[in-house]
C-alpha cells in the first residue's frame, strides 16, 4: 500500500506587504525557510540557510531568479536550490502559492 503525505500549508505574509526582491524568513518546525518576491511577482520559498557557510539567504541580494549568500556570495538558484558552479551544494525549495493576497508555502 502506498503512503502519501500530505503537505503542511503555512502562511507567510499578505501579497502585498512583501517587498520585491526582499527576503523574508519564516520557520517551520525548527526548519528556516526564505521566501523572497521577485520582481515579476512570482513567490519563491528556499531552504533559508546556506550549504556553504550556513549564512542566512533571506538576506541576500536577490539578481533575477538567484539570491546570493550575504556572507560569501554563493550564488543559489531561488527556482531549484543548487548553488552556481564553481561552488557547489543545494538547499530545499518549497511550492508556493498566492490565494486570496495571502503567500502560503507547503512544507
Known amino acids: 500500500m502506498a503512503m502519501t503525505t500530505s ?3 503555512v502562511f507567510v505574509a499578505n501579497f502585498d506587504e512583501m517587498q520585491q526582491r ?3 524568513e519564516i520557520v517551520v518546525d ?3 525557510i526564505a521566501v523572497f518576491r521577485l520582481l515579476d511577482n512570482r513567490i519563491k ?3 533559508g540557510v546556506c550549504p556553504h557557510t550556513h549564512g542566512p539567504l533571506a538576506e541576500g541580494i536577490v ?3 538567484y539570491v546570493f549568500c550575504p556572507l560569501h556570495d ?3 538558484s531561488l527556482l531549484d536550490g543548487t548553488v ?3 561552488d557547489d551544494g543545494s538547499v530545499a525549495t518549497y ?3 498566492i490565494d486570496e493576497g495571502k503567500v502560503y508555502i507547503f512544507v
Open 63 to 65: 539578481s533575477g531568479e
Open 45 to 47: 520559498a528556499i531552504g
Open 74 to 76: 554563493y550564488k543559489v
Open 30 to 32: 525548527g526548519i528556516k
Open 7 to 9: 503537505k503542511q500549508k
Open 95 to 97: 511550492d508556493t502559492s
Open 84 to 86: 552556481q558552479e564553481p
Open 22 to 24: 526582499i527576503g523574508r
